[in-house]
């Protein structure tokens, strides 16, 4: 792990924008929006509490997901995931959730509905985004670091189950002192599709279909 938790760029590539409070269902939050200095991609965090450099912050780094997220589809555990990484964060009082638009693992999301397409034919998720030629996750995650870096952040306990988005969020900089499983209760199609995840993507998973 690294132990500096330091950028190693001379200045930031993404920019705050505005700041605002976020009053939902779950709880008081603060709601900011970020722009790439470097590309189109827009980016929302999600924080409540302090963000102190030194204590061990909860934190989302949270791909779009809008046929999970906005339209309730069970198909995924997006949407159930990001309202329980909100009530984790409401219920300790500190933790922030970077909303990155990385929809379907970083095709789109047209080409999402595409790759739906696929798995209705029987594919599964990675194989009908290779069929699409795409890879099987194409996100990247270095400007989620710096818009943790910019909130003030350094020491996170990573709400996550994905092992290469811990890896590139300690590669760019920050110090993991902590992985938080956070897992929901998983239903068929969704069971078939954290399956995959897990054997053919190396997600940390334990789950009961």
Same mark, same amino acid.
């Given at each position: 792990?690294?132990?500096?938790?330091? &950028?190693?760029? &001379?200045?930031?590539?993404?920019?705050?924008? @505005?700041?605002a409070?976020?009053?939902?269902?779950?709880?008081?939050?603060?709601?900011?929006?970020y722009?790439?200095?470097?590309?189109?991609?827009?980016?929302?965090?999600?924080?409540?509490?302090?963000?102190?450099?030194?204590?061990?912050?909860?934190?989302?780094?949270?791909?779009?997901?809008? &046929?999970?997220?906005?339209?309730?589809?069970?198909?995924?555990?997006?949407?159930?995931?990001?309202?329980? @990484?909100?009530e984790?964060?409401?219920?300790?009082?500190?933790? @922030?959730?970077?909303y990155?638009?990385q929809?379907?693992?970083?095709?789109?999301?047209v080409?999402?509905?595409?790759?739906?397409?696929?798995?209705?034919?029987? @594919?599964?998720?990675?194989?009908?985004?290779?069929?699409?030629?795409?890879?099987?996750d194409?996100?990247?995650?270095?400007?989620?670091?710096?818009?943790?870096?910019?909130?003030?952040?350094?020491?996170?306990?990573?709400?996550?189950?994905?092992?290469?988005?811990?890896?590139?969020?300690?590669?760019?900089?920050?110090?993991?002192?902590?992985?938080?499983?956070?897992?929901?209760?998983?239903?068929?199609?969704?069971?078939?599709?954290?399956?995959t995840?897990?054997?053919?993507?190396?997600?940390?998973?334990?789950?009961?279909?």
């Open positions: 792990m690294n132990t500096n938790c330091s &950028t190693n760029k &001379t200045r930031l590539t993404v920019e705050k924008i @505005a700041v409070n976020l009053p939902t269902k779950i709880g008081d939050f603060k709601i900011a929006g722009r790439s200095l470097n590309s189109t991609e827009e980016f929302v965090v999600l924080f409540k509490g302090e963000m102190e450099r030194n204590v061990p912050t909860l934190v989302r780094i949270h791909s779009q997901c809008l &046929t999970g997220d906005v339209f309730g589809s069970i198909k995924c555990d997006c949407g159930p995931q990001l309202r329980k @990484a909100m984790m964060i409401e219920a300790e009082g500190r933790g @922030a959730i970077v990155q638009q929809e379907g693992r970083g095709i789109g999301i080409n999402k509905i595409r790759a739906y397409a696929l798995q209705d034919e029987g @594919a599964d998720t990675v194989e009908a985004n290779e069929q699409l030629g795409f890879a099987a194409a996100r990247e995650y270095e400007q989620c670091a710096e818009i943790l870096f910019d909130l003030g952040l350094c020491e996170v306990r990573m709400m996550s189950n994905n092992p290469d988005k811990i890896k590139a969020l300690e590669d760019a900089g920050l110090r993991i002192v902590e992985r938080v499983p956070i897992e929901v209760q998983a239903k068929q199609p969704a069971a078939h599709y954290l399956r995840k897990k054997e053919k993507m190396g997600h940390l998973l334990d789950f009961n279909e």
